[in-house]
């Protein structure tokens, strides 16, 4: 135990020797590394403890030992530092971070440094690879090689890689073919470039060699960096040839050329390029490098198609053609050709004439000489050019001057000299043209110039003054003056003195004349002044004409000296003394005159002259005294006149004075009596004269009060009296006061009201006061007018004028008073109507109506011939009802007869009558409607009824046939109301109905066609509008009526057409569509539900009555319907409408207060004698025509289905009918497929013989005529 406890000892002290004595040393030493550019490098280094300080140099310098380098952010030391991990970390690799890198440690103890280092080398992978400098791509670059090429080099270039990169050659095969390669480098990157030279051949054809790219960092297949391209051996095509053009071939302007370019040969294939080269110029233009290759004639084909213009004259076309072998040579093969254009000149002009002008005018100086140039633009070939003088050739100055042109073409120059060898004068207006025609294109261009002539005026006259006129001051003075010829007319001014004066210019061309006009006030100024008109014409001599004015011309001022006195002048005033009317000059002396005149307009010559006339230093002057002053000479005017007596009438000037005499108000003349209309305005104005002034006025109404201004109607302004609405209490005498300082005078007046007649109260004869024929009658009228004339009161029968002898019967008019009363004698029943009396005035008119009812015996409406039948089933609880309109005043009794035996009130039968109203508006007729209702018809009930209607005045028969249900009558009057272009609008007037309600279907076709087309009318409708048709189409179109029973015939077809003229709106709806309803599903599956069970039930029912008939049928086979008017004709299909009154009773009808009773019906034994056909399910029918349109209303269970346009034209429509299905056609539907189709098959079958005629056709419906 001791001596394993010293070994021990011993080994553990031997241990710590060992490992002091061995110092420090690296567990992992730093190595050499390889690395990409961008990656992330660490290089290792771990000391074992303990040790000295650890710094890293690189390439020889200290990098320090702290972990973190600042001076390096990218650098570190990591690991660690506990465990002697100094491990060097470089983030983000880079070329500057190649080098030597030491890991050092410093000594230790007795231990020695330490140092050991590590190369980096950086890696840069090539990124990519290029062919002969081509970039690398997805497609397969071809390397062209000419097949004459003794060698042929290609290059792979490989950039951006550290260190380089080698280059292998290898084929498809896998075979490596040698190269030369050199390697270059590119900064501190490397290149490769590796040379492939190959001796052409056709075995290299579509051969591919591949350049593989080998690097230390493309060491898998994911990033193995290659490029291969593909060997194509080239020859060169064949020379191109053209086709479509002789060279020596004019082609004329605006045709069109078609040139097809064509080579053969060449590999690959040759691209054709047409070019155009201009003239005189080198450079080629590119037109077309689209081309055709046909590989299996092994041509190429470049077309191209030109319109001719004059820029392709001399133009040479060139066909290139290239392909790999020329373009590597730098070469391309072609043939051209020189185009040869006719075309005519595009423009003439004469020079001066404005291109943009239709017709250009040359002026011209008579007496001058003028040379006209003209020249065509270029033309191919040359134009022939001549000049025409209004469309007539003449000739040139000189031959015709050729030029070159544009395009290759020829110019000409022509010279024409006007005014040579006649006058200019002839020329005028005359058009001059040079015209310029192409010889081979025929072109024609024309270019014109209107001549205009400049020459003299002949004379200058004056019009419209004259030396025995006479022209007075005031006198509107009109003098022209005419200037004949020259051209352009000449301008005329015209002067008064050396006054310019205004004037109006006319120029008349027709007449070659040019008159100005002159319009002016003649005033004493113009006097011994001369009137002169100058005209010139352009820069020719003036020419005048002249006149001296002598003007005839009153005194300017005229005055009565100190006329103050005149307006204050006092009652016997004798003293007044002289008065003086002096004037100023005048032309030639005016004689002086004075004159009072009155206030009723009279003049007087009472004045009393002390001198006669005198006339010193241009003035004139008159003395004179007034007569005695008395109130007479108020307001009188004392007049001074100048007379000048030189013409008839006399010249006179006047100068007036008012002479006011002091006195009280004077009322003027006035009328005392006014007429004026109720509700209308009504003025008067008084006016009074008084001086001095001022006047008052007071008024008073004829009640006597005062009247003043009021806010409803009274308005009073001094002598102004106004009444805004007269009324009837106005009417009186009013009074009107005036008032000055002198003393005070008053007047009256009447003021009288008129208004339009009224009639009050007028007389006649009723419905309750008819008057018996024969007798005579007075119709009465009460009028109030104000005026009143019972003479103008006219007479009225239903709105027409009535004459005093009126059918032959005498009428008599008589007044008395204000009453005015119309008489007549030996009344009669057209007598009777609506009467009027209609009197007026001035002021209005007014009309009143009177009744005169005359009795008369009834009278049975027998116009509607239907009206003499009725209708009804038989055995059915069924009522019928028999009508009888009836017209009589007093009411009529009714009294019914079957072969004329009197019928009585009982259940079976019921009389009614009942009133009929037609229109609100009078009539002088009473009408009627008497029902006969027969109960529970049968058999026996039916035959002939009468009507008897009977009044005290007479007695009126009818009769009435009572059948059986029966075929309706066919309309009549069928005609068209109106006309579109796609659509007829028809109306017809319905016959008697059969007994039961009747509706109406129409049928049409074009003319042109012998299928008909059906359309159905909807209930209680006499017109229909046929839409949807053809634009200015003819059709034929008839119509017939459907009852419950059968069908009627139809009417007569008539022709008719659309219009050709399509309404003015510029849109029209080309499709339309109907909407179909839509149904929830529980709302089908209901109605399917109730539709299976009533076809169950009638299933049962159509049994019963089956077995029931053919029972009947073995005992009697001849049953017979005679007596009842029943024919065989009556029995009808099951599939016919069901009856309108089967399910629901007869509405009740207010016109006629009829109510209906029991009208339970039922089916007995002779009702189903009816043929028998299976029935199909509404869903079949359904399917069979998708989109039918139902004839009769949703409610009618069974009626008939019409089938729909997309059956009818399908291909079998051959088997329904030529026309649209109908059920008014009695055709049954079968839904069995035909196996062959004959077109003109139409099948039918009766349900009298049973034969059965039809052929089974598959896929079609089957038609039977029922």
């Known amino acids: 135990?001791?001596?394993?406890?010293?070994?021990?000892?011993?080994?553990?002290?031997?241990?710590?020797?060992l490992s002091n004595s061995q110092g420090q040393f690296y567990e992992v030493k730093p190595s050499d590394i390889s690395a990409l550019?961008?990656?992330?490098?660490?290089?290792?280094?771990?000391?074992?403890?303990?040790?000295?300080?650890?710094?890293?140099?690189?390439?020889?310098?200290?990098?320090?030992?702290?972990?973190?380098?600042?001076?390096?952010?990218?650098?570190?030391?990591?690991?660690?530092?506990?465990?002697?991990?100094?491990?060097?970390?470089?983030?983000?690799?880079?070329?500057?971070?190649?080098?030597?890198?030491?890991?050092?440690?410093?000594?230790?103890?007795?231990?020695?440094?330490?140092?050991?280092?590590?190369?980096?080398?950086?890696?840069?992978?090539?990124?990519?690879?290029?062919?002969?400098?081509?970039?690398?791509?997805?497609?397969?670059?071809?390397?062209?090689?000419?097949?004459?090429?003794?060698?042929?080099?290609?290059?792979?270039?490989?950039?951006?890689?550290?260190p380089a990169a080698q280059i292998k050659w290898i084929n498809e095969s896998g075979v490596e073919f040698p190269a030369t390669t050199r390697t270059f480098t590119q900064g501190r990157l490397f290149s490769t470039v590796s040379t492939l030279i190959l001796t052409p051949s056709l075995s290299l054809h579509k051969n591919r060699f591949t350049c593989d790219v080998r690097h230390e960092t493309l060491n898998n297949d994911s990033n193995k960096l290659r490029s291969s391209f593909d060997v194509e051996i080239t020859s060169p095509p064949s020379i191109p040839f053209i086709l479509g053009y002789p060279s020596n071939f004019y082609l004329i302007n605006g045709s069109r050329l078609t040139l097809s370019c064509q080579s053969r040969g060449g590999h690959p294939l040759g691209r054709l390029s047409w070019y155009r080269l201009e003239n005189n110029s080198e450079a080629l233009n590119l037109i077309d490098n689209s081309f055709v290759i046909f590989y299996q004639q092994n041509i190429t084909e470049n077309n191209i198609t030109m319109i001719m213009s004059p820029s392709d004259n001399n133009v040479t076309l060139s066909c290139h053609v290239t392909n790999s072998y020329l373009y590597s040579l730098g070469q391309r093969l072609q043939k051209n050709i020189t185009l040869q254009v006719a075309f005519g000149p595009s423009s003439i002009q004469i020079r001066g004439n404005k291109p943009d002008i239709n017709m250009s005018v040359t002026t011209l100086i008579e007496g001058t000489t003028r040379q006209f140039v003209c020249r065509t633009s270029s033309s191919n070939p040359r134009?022939?050019?001549?000049?025409?003088?209004?469309?007539?050739?003449?000739?040139?100055?000189?031959?015709?001057?050729?030029?070159?042109?544009?395009?290759?073409?020829?110019?000409?120059?022509?010279?024409?000299?006007?005014?040579?060898?006649?006058?200019?004068?002839?020329?005028?207006?005359?058009?001059?043209?040079?015209?310029?025609?192409?010889?081979?294109?025929?072109?024609?261009?024309?270019?014109?110039?209107?001549?205009?002539?400049?020459?003299?005026?002949?004379?200058?006259?004056?019009?419209?003054?004259?030396?025995?006129?006479?022209?007075?001051?005031?006198?509107?003075?009109?003098?022209?003056?005419?200037?004949?010829?020259?051209?352009?007319?000449?301008?005329?001014?015209?002067?008064?003195?050396?006054?310019?004066?205004?004037?109006?210019?006319?120029?008349e061309t027709r007449g070659k004349y040019a008159l100005s006009r002159v319009e002016f006030i003649a005033s004493s100024l113009d006097d011994n002044l001369p009137l002169i008109c100058k005209g010139q014409v352009a820069n020719f001599p003036e020419r005048v004409a002249s006149f001296i004015l002598n003007v005839v011309f009153l005194p300017a001022e005229m005055k009565i000296i100190n006329s103050s006195i005149l307006s204050n002048l006092f009652v016997g005033s004798d003293n007044l003394g002289e008065f003086e009317c002096r004037t100023s000059m005048s032309n030639p002396q005016a004689k002086l005159t004075i004159i009072r005149q009155s206030n009723?307009?009279?003049?007087?010559?009472?004045?009393?002259?002390?001198?006669?006339?005198?006339?010193?230093?241009?003035?004139?002057?008159?003395?004179?005294?007034?007569?005695?002053?008395?109130?007479?000479?108020?307001?009188?005017?004392?007049?001074?006149?100048?007379?000048?007596?030189?013409?008839?009438?006399?010249?006179?000037?006047?100068?007036?004075?008012?002479?006011?005499?002091?006195?009280?108000?004077?009322?003027?003349?006035?009328?005392?009596?006014?007429?004026?209309?109720?509700?209308?305005?009504?003025?008067?104005?008084?006016?009074?004269?008084?001086?001095?002034?001022?006047?008052?006025?007071?008024w008073f109404h004829p009640s006597g009060r005062q009247l003043f201004t009021d806010q409803s109607r009274i308005f009073i302004n001094q002598g102004h009296l106004s009444l805004t609405s007269v009324q009837k209490n106005d009417l009186g005498i009013y009074r009107c006061i005036a008032t000055n300082t002198y003393g005070s005078t008053e007047v009256n007046f009447t003021l009288n009201v008129l208004y339009g007649p009224i009639i009050t109260r007028t007389r006649g004869y009723s419905i309750s006061e008819a008057v018996m024929p024969g007798s005579s009658i007075t119709l009465l009228c009460v009028i109030d007018a104000n005026p009143i004339d019972l003479n103008n009161i006219r007479w009225f029968k239903n709105n027409e004028e009535l004459s005093l002898m009126n059918s032959g019967i005498q009428w008599e008019k008589r007044i008395e008073g204000n009453e005015a009363s119309l008489i007549g004698k030996s009344i009669r029943k057209e007598d009777a109507g609506q009467y009027a009396c209609e009197i007026n005035n001035q002021y209005g008119n007014n009309r009143?109506?009177?009744?005169?009812?005359?009795?008369?015996?009834?009278?049975?409406?027998?116009?509607?011939?239907?009206?003499?039948?009725?209708?009804?089933?038989?055995?059915?609880?069924?009522t019928a009802e028999l009508h009888c309109y009836i017209s009589a005043v007093p009411r009529p009794t009714v009294s019914w007869f079957k072969d004329n035996q009197p019928l009585f009130l009982s259940s079976k039968y019921r009389s009614v009558l009942n009133e009929r109203i037609i229109s609100p508006s009078f009539s002088p007729k009473l009408l009627f409607d008497g029902v006969l209702y027969v109960y529970n018809v049968t058999k026996p009930d039916y035959g002939i009824y009468q009507c008897k209607a009977e009044n005290t005045l007479g007695i009126d028969i009818i009769e009435i046939t009572l059948t059986g249900l029966t075929v309706p009558d066919i309309p009549t009057q069928v005609r068209i109301t109106n006309i579109s272009h796609s659509s007829l609008l028809i109306s017809w007037i319905p016959g008697f109905d059969g007994g039961s309600r009747q509706t109406f279907q129409i049928r049409y076709r074009p003319t042109t066609n012998d299928r008909y087309s059906y359309e159905d009318v909807p209930s209680n409708e006499q017109s229909f509008n046929l839409k949807n048709l053809q634009l200015a189409s003819e059709y034929y179109i008839s119509v017939r009526a459907n009852n419950s029973y059968h069908l009627s015939e139809w009417t007569d077809e008539i022709k008719a057409s659309t219009s050709r003229y399509l309404p003015s709106s510029p849109f029209y709806p080309f499709t339309t569509s109907n909407p179909q309803p839509r149904f929830s599903f529980t709302v089908i599956v209901i109605v399917a539900v109730f539709g299976l069970f009533i076809l169950l039930i009638n299933i049962?029912?159509?049994?019963?009555?089956?077995?029931?008939?053919?029972?009947?049928?073995?005992?009697?086979?001849?049953?017979?319907?005679?007596?009842?008017?029943?024919?065989?004709?009556?029995?009808?299909?099951?599939?016919?409408?069901?009856?309108?009154?089967?399910?629901?009773?007869?509405?009740?009808?207010?016109?006629?207060?009829?109510?209906?009773?029991?009208?339970?019906?039922?089916?007995?034994?002779?009702?189903?004698?009816?043929?028998?056909?299976?029935?199909?399910?509404?869903?079949?029918?359904?399917?069979?025509?998708?989109?039918?349109?139902r004839l009769w209303p949703q409610d009618d269970i069974s009626s008939y289905l019409a089938l729909d346009t997309s059956i009818r034209t399908r291909a079998c429509s051959p088997y329904a009918a030529k026309g649209r299905f109908s059920p008014y056609d009695n055709v049954r539907l079968h839904h069995y497929s035909p196996s062959s189709v004959n077109n003109s098959l139409v099948t039918y079958k009766s349900f009298k013989d049973g034969v059965d005629n039809t052929t089974i056709t598959h896929g079609c419906i089957r038609a039977e005529l029922v």
């Open 383 to 507: 134009p022939i050019v001549v000049w025409k003088l209004d469309g007539h050739v003449i000739t040139g100055d000189i031959d015709p001057l050729e030029e070159q042109g544009e395009y290759a073409g020829k110019t000409i120059q022509l010279v024409k000299t006007i005014g040579v060898d006649k006058e200019l004068k002839e020329y005028h207006t005359k058009i001059l043209s040079c015209e310029a025609r192409n010889p081979e294109t025929g072109h024609i261009v024309v270019d014109s110039t209107r001549l205009n002539i400049i020459y003299d005026a002949t004379s200058i006259e004056m019009h419209g003054v004259t030396k025995d006129k006479i022209i007075k001051a005031g006198d509107t003075i009109i003098a022209e003056c005419i200037l004949t010829g020259g051209n352009p007319l000449g301008k005329i001014a015209w002067f008064k003195g050396d006054e310019l004066i205004r004037s109006e210019y006319i120029s």
């Open 1100 to 1189: 049962v029912l159509i049994s019963l009555f089956v077995m029931k008939r053919r029972r009947s049928n073995i005992t009697s086979d001849n049953s017979s319907t005679t007596g009842t008017n029943e024919t065989e004709a009556n029995t009808v299909d099951i599939f016919q409408p069901i009856p309108s009154n089967l399910f629901f009773d007869r509405p009740y009808s207010s016109t006629t207060n009829a109510y209906p009773f029991n009208t339970y019906q039922k089916y007995e034994e002779d009702d189903v004698k009816r043929p028998f056909v299976p029935s199909y399910s509404s869903a079949t029918l359904t399917r069979l025509t998708p989109n039918h349109n």
């Open 37 to 162: 550019i961008g990656s992330n490098v660490t290089i290792p280094c771990i000391i074992a403890p303990p040790h000295g300080d650890v710094q890293w140099t690189k390439d020889g310098l200290a990098l320090g030992y702290d972990r973190q380098l600042p001076a390096f952010p990218l650098w570190s030391i990591i690991g660690d530092e506990n465990r002697g991990e100094f491990n060097f970390f470089i983030e983000s690799l880079k070329l500057d971070d190649e080098g030597v890198y030491a890991c050092e440690v410093s000594p230790y103890n007795d231990a020695p440094a330490l140092k050991q280092i590590a190369h980096i080398r950086t890696l840069v992978r090539p990124e990519r690879v290029q062919i002969n400098d081509r970039l690398l791509s997805n497609e397969i670059p071809i390397v062209s090689m000419r097949y004459d090429e003794p060698i042929h080099q290609i290059s792979c270039r490989v950039d951006g890689a550290r």
């Open 848 to 878: 009143a109506t009177i009744p005169l009812v005359v009795q008369y015996p009834p009278e049975i409406d027998r116009n509607d011939l239907s009206r003499s039948k009725a209708a009804t089933d038989s055995d059915r609880l069924l």
């Open 600 to 698: 009723d307009g009279l003049k007087h010559s009472d004045i009393a002259y002390n001198t006669q006339s005198t006339y010193i230093n241009g003035n004139n002057s008159i003395k004179f005294m007034l007569p005695r002053i008395d109130l007479s000479l108020h307001g009188n005017l004392l007049t001074c006149e100048a007379t000048l007596d030189i013409d008839t009438p006399p010249l006179t000037k006047q100068v007036t004075y008012v002479l006011n005499v002091n006195h009280k108000p004077h009322f003027h003349n006035f009328d005392a009596y006014a007429d004026v209309k109720e509700n209308q305005p009504f003025n008067i104005t008084l006016e009074a004269s008084a001086y001095p002034m001022p006047i008052t006025y007071t």
């Open 1 to 17: 135990m001791a001596l394993s406890l010293l070994l021990q000892w011993f080994i553990f002290y031997s241990i710590l020797y």
